[in-house]
Every structure is written in structure tokens, then in C-alpha cells.
């Protein structure tokens, strides 16, 4: 159990202005619903403001306009959600093993460990394989051969970073494998989610840039390039030598069709299709949004009656010019 700390060190930590008692001592965290004494919880949004009345947290976390007459104490930020994640990792600090490499990882030939490197039971490291100091690896991640992890990542289990990327040349009526001989390639302070997927390339390197996180069941297909600082929700797809731009955000089950490019700075939201190369900035959007069968049903007949409707529409258009234009003569 932590010993807690502080609201002041709290404020310290995460570069906030204290209002209140700078003594108030914390030990934990918890849901606006459900802080109590000794908890610290935290509100961003006008939606929850209602909840400042009812609270029984020792203190919360509140932007400026929220915190402006509020009696209680708290810390003020204007970024409320990022001070509340740097309160959890100092009330919550996450215990690393005592055990740096556990004895049943399996590690071949070549293999380069930096310092302070935690790798969990059962992982497997392939040869030549090259980890950056206090990279943690949970237990059963596998390495392919020669894939290489920069410094202080994080790679949750099931992980599988170094397969064979999706290449088969069509031979008559079958298919003939193409070695996939490139590598993956981490940058420093990368999260891989669990049971995500990475492709070695065909040829060259799949590179996933500095500060990258990847959530759980991801499929990142050969060549592919991910931009520093971008991040990618649970159940996406990227198709084989896309081009990912930096501090990109890609919602939860979205689909990148491949060799495509996406500039910086991309939002992509849930459920997209990605067909065509995205050039500019902006937040895109592809996938419908849920309603009624019986609504949905009728919308996609109508969809699929739009060809024909536009080209009666744009025959119409046609035969109205001629009136008009015989009725000007």
C-alpha cells in the first residue's frame, strides 16, 4: 500500500496551482462518484459539474472555471485528465519484478539486452534480437529474429513483434511465398497492447517512431511506418507499407487499406474505412453510426438505389436546360 502524499507534492508533481489546504494527505484515487477520505479524483468536463456538491473526495482536480468558487480543496489545471494521470502514477506506482530475466524466457543467439531490461515468464527472443535499457516485456511476448526495441517500451503480453509479413505471389493456382527478410524496428518509449501483431518487412524495416502506443489486437502489416507520438485504439487494421504521419490519433476498429499515406496530425474516428491517402490535417470519418434495424434496413436499399437516382437526376438537369434554354430563344 502507498504511503500517499501531500496535496502540495501532488501539485508539485503535476504542475498545478493548489487551492486549499497544502497539508491534506492522500493515499489513493478514485471516481468522482466514489472518492472518500484520503482520495483524490478529479472532474474535465461540464457534464460532471454537478458532482462538486456532492463529493466526499479530501480533494479534486478541476480546471480553473470549475475550481472559481468551489470551498473544498483542489488542485487546478487546465488540463485536468493529464494531472489526474500523473496523480495515479505517484499515489500508484507500478511495482517492476524483482527478477529482471525470468528463467523460463528463451533467449538465442545475438541476442542485446540494455539495462535495467524486465523480460516476464515464457517470452521468446529471437537471435539477434536488440532490447533498449528498463524496456519491460510481460510474459509471453515473442520476438522474432533481429527485431529491435528502443529504450524504456513497454510490451504486453501476447504480443508478437517480427512475423512473416502477408506476401504470396500468384503461381497459376496456387501461391508462392515471398521471403519476408526486413526486420521491426521500436523507437524509445513505445506501448504495445496485448495480443497486438507487428510484421517484419519484406524487405527493409517496419519502423513504429518514438512515443508510439498501440492498444490490445492490432494488426500492423509488413513495411508499415507509424510517425512519433501517434496512437491507435484496440481491433485496428493496417495493411502492408502504409505511411502513418506523427501525432496521428486512429480510433478503435478502423481499417487502412495499404501503401496508402496519412499526413500529421489525423484524427481517424471509429470504425473507418481508410481507402485513399489522407494529405491534410483533420479529423475523417467513414463508418455509420448505429440505428434501428428496420431504419437501417431501408437506408441501405436506398444506398444502393443512389447510382440509378443520380443519373435520373442528372438527366432531368439535362431535359430542364433544354426548356429553359428554349424558352429564352
Not at 80 to 95: D, Q
Not at 132 to 153: E, P, Q
Not at 196 to 216: C, E, H, M, P, Q
Not at 241 to 270: F, P, R, Y
Request: glycine content about 10%.
Amino acid at each position: 500500500m502507498t504511503q500517499g502524499c501531500t496535496l502540495q507534492e501532488l501539485a508539485d508533481f503535476t504542475g498545478s496551482a493548489l487551492q486549499g489546504n497544502a497539508s491534506v494527505r492522500l493515499v489513493s484515487v478514485a471516481s468522482i462518484e466514489k472518492a472518500g477520505a484520503g482520495e483524490i479524483s478529479y472532474i474535465r468536463d461540464a457534464k460532471y459539474r454537478h458532482y462538486l456538491e456532492d463529493s466526499n473526495a479530501s480533494a479534486l482536480i478541476l480546471p480553473p472555471d470549475m475550481a472559481q468558487g468551489y470551498a473544498g480543496d483542489c488542485l487546478v489545471n487546465p488540463n485536468p485528465y493529464l494531472a489526474y494521470a500523473k496523480a495515479v502514477t505517484l499515489l500508484h506506482p507500478v511495482p517492476r519484478p524483482a527478477v529482471a530475466i525470468h528463467p523460463s524466457v528463451v533467449l538465442e543467439d545475438g541476442v542485446v539486452l540494455g539495462e535495467g531490461v524486465v523480460i516476464e515468464a515464457g517470452c521468446v527472443i529471437g537471435r539477434d534480437c536488440q532490447i533498449g535499457a528498463y524496456s519491460w516485456l510481460h510474459a509471453n511476448v515473442t520476438l522474432y529474429a533481429d527485431t529491435h526495441i528502443g529504450k524504456r517500451c513497454i510490451i504486453h503480453s501476447g504480443a508478437v513483434l517480427g512475423a512473416d509479413g502477408f506476401g504470396f505471389a500468384p503461381d497459376r493456382k496456387t501461391w508462392f511465398k515471398i521471403p519476408q527478410v526486413g526486420n521491426v524496428v521500436l523507437g524509445d518509449d513505445v506501448e504495445i497492447g496485448a495480443n497486438t501483431t507487428i510484421d517484419r518487412a519484406a524487405l527493409g524495416s517496419t519502423l513504429i517512431g518514438n512515443g508510439v502506443k498501440l492498444d490490445n489486437l492490432i494488426q500492423i502489416g509488413h513495411n508499415t511506418q507509424i510517425g512519433d507520438y501517434t496512437a491507435m485504439a484496440a481491433c485496428t487494421a493496417v495493411a502492408g507499407s502504409v505511411q502513418i504521419g506523427k501525432h496521428c490519433q486512429i480510433a478503435g476498429m478502423c481499417a487502412i487499406a495499404g501503401h496508402l499515406s496519412i499526413a500529421d496530425n489525423v484524427v481517424v474516428t471509429g470504425t473507418s474505412m481508410v481507402s485513399h491517402s489522407i494529405t491534410k490535417p483533420g479529423v475523417y470519418s467513414s463508418g455509420t453510426t448505429i440505428e434501428e434495424n428496420a431504419v437501417w434496413r431501408k437506408n441501405a436499399v436506398r444506398f444502393n438505389q443512389l447510382d440509378t437516382l443520380a443519373r435520373r437526376l442528372q438527366a432531368l438537369e439535362k431535359q430542364l436546360a433544354a426548356l429553359q434554354e428554349k424558352g429564352s430563344s
